[in-house]
């Protein structure tokens, strides 16, 4: 309601700035920043004549001071209106100036919004919080959800009839019409005329030419028919014609219609002749909450000319009743008569208007269709009786027989998520994964469409995990080898959702590495190979340490059996010492010598090997500084003596040692 009181007071606003304030000097037209009016312009403001005032032309600067000037005085709209005319003034740039003034104050809203969003409290100002915050209209929210409403939302669609095209040649002319006649030949001339509330033109040294009520082609046949007699050369058809004329049309005459009905904001509305009724519908913000989109009608002069759907446009796209409006023109919007909703796997959401015998598949096809996981077989529908609730089911052959109600509910489910001819096998297969399972199909078949077992594959015993028909699972076990060499006997027929493995042989024992420390450049841990001998192992781990001793190098290996039976043996592990030359070179003995499994490298370091040990002499002392031990037996004195001796100044009962 406040929308609506606002775009009343805002057309009486232009009305009324333009015909009952006193006059304004033409300085005064024009706002801070802003170009000023033309003086011819500026005249007219102030004048009874308004016809030549154009809309367009006043900066907002200036629509804003008239806006202030006018909310000091009452004027209706229909008062603002008939002033307006009665001064000259067209009911197209009435409709023009309405629009921006709208727009004006529409932008005005949404400043004062966002500035007192940004506006910081003042102290013992009280802070409105979401709870403080009235609900939300529960008819916005359905409005919202219904199929349609979002083309009356967007500002992109706007709906509005296109200037730029050709006069269709059945366009009735009424008052307000601008005619242009051009004529070129012989003789030149453009007349601009303006039909007159009487309905006719007036060209010079010609009577008045009636044209209210004709298409542009009769009123071309009448119009070129009287210049006939101006110009001698204008014969239409003749062979000797050096005369030609042309009718087109210029400014478009605005008409009035009114909206009622369940429509979000209805009433008047001044609208391009050329305006159809959805163009005047988006005007009104479309139907409200309640209103139909199926059953719109246009009365004119008391009786209904057209009834249409307007799903018929949003679905298929058809404008065949989207007529042309005439001056003083109804347009009706019903109560809606049923609307269900769907939800689900449909392409489409929402609540959707039906008619009494319209289908399921009807509201099917106007959500889009099924999406790719819907569950097509059956729906359910949530359906509302006198009493209570139900549930009801249709199958699908049902759909395009069964009506609906209004408040159904329809729920479009998914499909399982589950395979009904599925097979699985992983392992020491080349081609691990799903396969299709067909009918026949066995555990010989399945390694088959895996292209078979890799070298690797461990052949005494595989697995296949089966899903039994409580959904628990079974273990079955079977002989890979048996199964492969002799398919006849041992192979076992598949079901669905089974999965085979088959295990690898490396999956089947521990991991075998070697492990080298020590005086070696890196400790490694390196994964056995066949015939690796201690000198690959030494250049894994990049060699030796400046510390390394090649005359002490030792294996340990791990013990592989078991005592005698009812015996607990005593050795815990096996050990070998090898010399090894700096590049890696063993004697002629040891060369025969290979790695094992497990076996672990010990590099020893030479044993007279140390790294420089360092200690510091300071104080009173001839050379104090750093000094490198040279003697495992060196003493203090000794370290005294190295520094030059004592000083004069040295008090050698306090000397500490650190």
Same mark, same amino acid.
């Given at each position: 309601?406040?929308?609506?009181?606002?775009?009343?007071?805002?057309?009486?606003?232009?009305?009324?700035?333009?015909?009952?304030?006193?006059?304004?000097?033409?300085?005064?037209?024009?706002?801070?920043?802003?170009?000023?009016?033309?003086?011819?312009?500026?005249?007219?403001?102030?004048?009874?004549?308004?016809?030549?005032?154009?809309?367009?032309?006043?900066?907002? *600067?200036?629509?804003?001071?008239?806006?202030?000037?006018?909310?000091?005085?009452?004027?209706?709209?229909?008062?603002?209106?008939?002033?307006?005319?009665?001064?000259?003034?067209?009911?197209?740039?009435?409709?023009?100036?309405?629009? $921006?003034?709208?727009?004006?104050?529409?932008?005005?809203?949404?400043?004062?919004?966002?500035?007192?969003?940004?506006?910081?409290?003042?102290?013992?100002?009280?802070?409105?919080?979401?709870?403080?915050?009235?609900?939300?209209?529960?008819?916005?929210?359905?409005?919202?959800?219904?199929?349609?409403?979002?083309?009356?939302?967007?500002?992109?669609?706007?709906?509005?009839?296109?200037?730029?095209?050709?006069?269709?040649?059945? @366009?009735?002319?009424?008052?307000?019409?601008?005619?242009?006649?051009?004529?070129?030949?012989?003789?030149?001339?453009?007349?601009?005329?303006?039909?007159?509330?009487?309905?006719?033109?007036?060209?010079?040294?010609?009577?008045?030419?009636?044209?209210?009520?004709?298409?542009?082609?009769?009123?071309?046949?009448?119009?070129?028919?009287?210049?006939?007699?101006?110009?001698?050369?204008?014969?239409?058809?003749?062979?000797?014609?050096?005369?030609?004329?042309?009718?087109?049309?210029?400014?478009?005459?605005?008409?009035?219609?009114?909206?009622?009905?369940?429509?979000?904001?209805?009433? =008047?509305?001044?609208?391009?002749?050329?305006?159809?009724?959805?163009?005047?519908?988006?005007?009104?913000?479309?139907?409200?909450?309640?209103?139909?989109?199926?059953?719109?009608?246009?009365?004119?002069?008391?009786?209904?000319?057209?009834?249409?759907?307007? @799903?018929?446009?949003?679905?298929?796209? =058809?404008?065949?009743?989207?007529?042309?409006?005439?001056?003083?023109?109804?347009?009706?919007?019903?109560?809606?008569?049923?609307?269900?909703?769907?939800?689900? *796997?449909?392409?489409?959401?929402?609540?959707?208007?039906?008619?009494?015998?319209?289908?399921?598949?009807?509201?099917?096809?106007?959500?889009? =269709?099924?999406?790719?996981?819907?569950?097509?077989?059956?729906?359910?529908?949530?359906?509302?009786?006198?009493?209570?609730?139900?549930?009801?089911?249709?199958?699908?052959?049902?759909?395009?027989?069964?009506?609906?109600?209004?408040?159904?509910?329809?729920?479009?489910?998914?499909?399982?998520? $589950?395979?009904?001819?599925?097979?699985?096998?992983?392992?020491?297969?080349?081609?691990?994964?799903?396969?299709?399972?067909?009918?026949?199909?066995?555990? @010989?078949?399945?390694?088959?469409?895996?292209?078979?077992?890799?070298?690797?594959?461990?052949?005494?015993?595989?697995?296949?995990?089966?899903?039994?028909?409580?959904?628990?699972?079974?273990?079955?076990?079977?002989?890979?080898?048996?199964?492969?060499?002799?398919?006849?006997?041992?192979?076992?027929?598949?079901?669905?959702?089974?999965?085979?493995?088959?295990?690898?042989?490396?999956?089947?024992?521990?991991?075998?590495?070697?492990?080298?420390?020590?005086?070696?450049?890196?400790?490694?841990?390196?994964?056995?190979?066949?015939?690796?001998?201690?000198?690959?192992?030494?250049?894994?781990?990049?060699?030796?340490?400046?510390?390394?001793?090649?005359?002490?190098?030792?294996?340990?290996?791990?013990?592989?059996?078991?005592?005698?039976?009812?015996?607990?043996?005593?050795?815990?592990?096996?050990?070998?010492?090898?010399?090894?030359?700096?590049?890696?070179?063993?004697?002629?003995?040891?060369?025969?010598?290979?790695?094992?499994?497990?076996?672990?490298?010990?590099?020893?370091?030479?044993?007279?090997?140390?790294?420089?040990?360092?200690?510091?002499?300071?104080?009173?002392?001839?050379?104090?500084?750093?000094?490198?031990?040279?003697?495992?037996?060196?003493?203090?004195?000794?370290?005294?003596?190295?520094?030059?001796?004592?000083?004069?100044?040295?008090?050698?009962?306090?000397?500490?040692?650190?």
């Amino acid at each position: 309601m406040t929308i609506f009181v606002r775009f009343v007071f805002s057309l009486a606003t232009a009305g009324l700035l333009l015909l009952t304030l006193p006059a304004i000097p033409t300085a005064a037209l024009s706002g801070p920043g802003s170009a000023p009016i033309g003086t011819a312009q500026a005249q007219n403001l102030d004048a009874s004549d308004l016809s030549n005032v154009r809309a367009d032309d006043l900066s907002d *600067e200036q629509l804003r001071n008239y806006i202030q000037r006018a909310r000091s005085q009452g004027i209706s709209e229909s008062e603002a209106l008939n002033m307006a005319r009665q001064r000259g003034m067209s009911a197209s740039e009435i409709s023009v100036l309405r629009d $921006r003034i709208r727009q004006m104050e529409q932008q005005q809203e949404t400043d004062t919004a966002e500035t007192r969003e940004r506006r910081e409290p003042a102290r013992g100002e009280m802070v409105m919080t979401t709870r403080d915050l009235p609900d939300v209209d529960p008819q916005d929210n359905i409005l919202r959800r219904t199929f349609g409403s979002e083309v009356f939302r967007h500002e992109a669609v706007a709906f509005e009839p296109s200037r730029h095209v050709p006069t269709p040649k059945t @366009y009735v002319l009424g008052s307000g019409d601008e005619i242009v006649i051009d004529i070129w030949g012989q003789a030149t001339a453009v007349h601009r005329l303006e039909i007159s509330p009487e309905g006719s033109v007036t060209i010079d040294n010609l009577g008045p030419i009636q044209l209210h009520g004709l298409t542009m082609q009769e009123a071309e046949e009448r119009i070129i028919g009287q210049l006939q007699s101006l110009y001698s050369g204008l014969r239409p058809g003749s062979a000797d014609q050096n005369t030609f004329a042309r009718v087109s049309l210029g400014q478009l005459r605005s008409i009035q219609v009114t909206v009622v009905g369940n429509v979000r904001t209805p009433g =008047d509305y001044y609208v391009s002749s050329l305006s159809t009724v959805y163009n005047a519908l988006y005007r009104s913000g479309g139907p409200n909450a309640r209103g139909s989109f199926r059953e719109i009608r246009v009365i004119r002069d008391s009786e209904t000319v057209a009834e249409f759907d307007l @799903y018929d446009f949003l679905i298929n796209g =058809d404008q065949g009743d989207n007529i042309r409006l005439n001056d003083q023109d109804v347009i009706m919007v019903r109560p809606y008569d049923r609307r269900v909703d769907i939800t689900g *796997e449909v392409k489409r959401t929402g609540l959707f208007q039906m008619k009494a015998d319209e289908t399921l598949a009807d509201l099917i096809r106007y959500a889009g =269709d099924f999406t790719e996981n819907a569950y097509t077989r059956q729906l359910r529908i949530h359906r509302n009786t006198p009493v209570e609730r139900s549930i009801v089911t249709v199958n699908s052959e049902n759909f395009d027989r069964f009506r609906l109600q209004s408040g159904d509910e329809v729920f479009v489910g998914e499909i399982l998520d $589950r395979f009904e001819n599925r097979v699985e096998i992983e392992g020491a297969v080349w081609r691990e994964g799903t396969f299709e399972l067909t009918e026949g199909m066995t555990l @010989y078949d399945l390694i088959s469409e895996a292209d078979g077992l890799r070298p690797d594959a461990y052949r005494t015993r595989g697995i296949i995990n089966r899903l039994q028909d409580d959904f628990s699972f079974e273990l079955v076990a079977f002989d890979v080898a048996r199964v492969l060499e002799d398919p006849d006997r041992y192979d076992i027929p598949l079901k669905p959702e089974d999965h085979v493995r088959i295990q690898s042989i490396f999956d089947m024992r521990e991991e075998r590495t070697v492990d080298i420390s020590g005086a070696v450049q890196n400790d490694t841990t390196a994964a056995w190979r066949e015939n690796m001998t201690l000198e690959d192992l030494i250049l894994k781990a990049d060699g030796f340490r400046e510390s390394a001793s090649e005359a002490r190098i030792e294996v340990a290996r791990r013990i592989i059996g078991e005592a005698a039976p009812g015996e607990r043996g005593t050795q815990l592990a096996e050990t070998f010492t090898f010399e090894v030359s700096r590049d890696l070179e063993l004697r002629e003995e040891d060369k025969q010598f290979t790695l094992q499994p497990f076996d672990r490298v010990f590099v020893r370091h030479r044993p007279e090997y140390t790294v420089q040990r360092n200690i510091r002499v300071e104080g009173e002392v001839m050379y104090p500084g750093a000094y490198t031990l040279a003697d495992r037996s060196e003493r203090i004195s000794d370290v005294v003596a190295r520094s030059g001796g004592l000083t004069r100044e040295a008090y050698l009962p306090g000397a500490t040692l650190i």
